[in-house]
Structure formats: C-alpha cells, structure tokens
Nanobody
Framework: QVQLVESGGGLMQAGGSLRLSCRASGRTFSNYAMGWFRQAPGKEREFVAGIGWSGSSINYAESVKGRFTISIDDDKNTMYLQMNSLKPEDTAVYYC???????????WGQGIQVTVSS
C-alpha cells in the first residue's frame, strides 16, 4: 500500500519561506516520478513541480520558477518543496503525488494547507 504523508505547511507572511516534506512508504520508488500539486479554493488542482526519483529530471510550473525548489532524499524516501518569496496567490492545499506505471500521477497524500498573508 503506497502511502504519502505531507508535513510542514502553515501560515506565513508574503515574502517568507516554508518547506514542505512528503514521506513516502509502501514500495520501492526507483523509476517513479514524484510531484507537488496544489488546489486553491474554487480552482482546479494544478501542477507545481515534479522530479524523477533519481533527481534526473525536474520541472516547475511557470508561476513558481525561481522561487520553489523540489528535491528528494533517497535514503529517507522523502521529497521536499522549498518555497521562498511566498505570495498570497500561493495559498492553497498542497498535495504530494507519485506515479503508477501506465497511469501517471495516481497516488496522493492527504494534502496540507499553506496560507500566505499579504
């Protein structure tokens, strides 16, 4: 059973930083991609950042490029999202996800709230 557990969210003022963590368990994660998504109130869930488990490929949404950094710690089976220069429009529930062969992003964490005040 694949399990993903996010932590590290909270309330931050605009311009501040937060780091999200996603601890994964339940299978070997080699050769699978992982990613962060977010959903703001009244909006669709959107892609934020993705990374290959080996860290060989990384991509970001245009809205977070230069401010957010995705990384993984293979030994800890944990993915991170360092969020700097936060803006009120970054306010959302953030989800971590990992892929399933032939399906794409198929496993999801429970989500964690990030609120950025102006």
């Amino acid at each position: 059973q694949v399990q993903l557990v996010e932590s590290g969210g909270g309330l931050m003022q605009a311009g501040g930083s937060l780091r999200l963590s996603c601890r994964a368990s339940g299978r070997t994660f080699s050769n699978y991609a992982m990613g962060w998504f977010r959903q703001a109130p009244g909006k669709e869930r959107e892609f934020v950042a993705g990374i290959g488990w080996s860290g060989s490929s990384i991509n970001y949404a245009e809205s977070v490029k230069g401010r957010f950094t995705i990384s993984i710690d293979d030994d800890k089976n944990t993915m991170y999202l360092q969020m700097n220069s936060l803006k009120p429009e970054d306010t959302a529930v953030y989800y971590c996800s990992t892929t399933r062969t032939g399906v794409g992003y198929a496993y999801w964490g429970q989500g964690i709230q990030v609120t950025v005040s102006s």
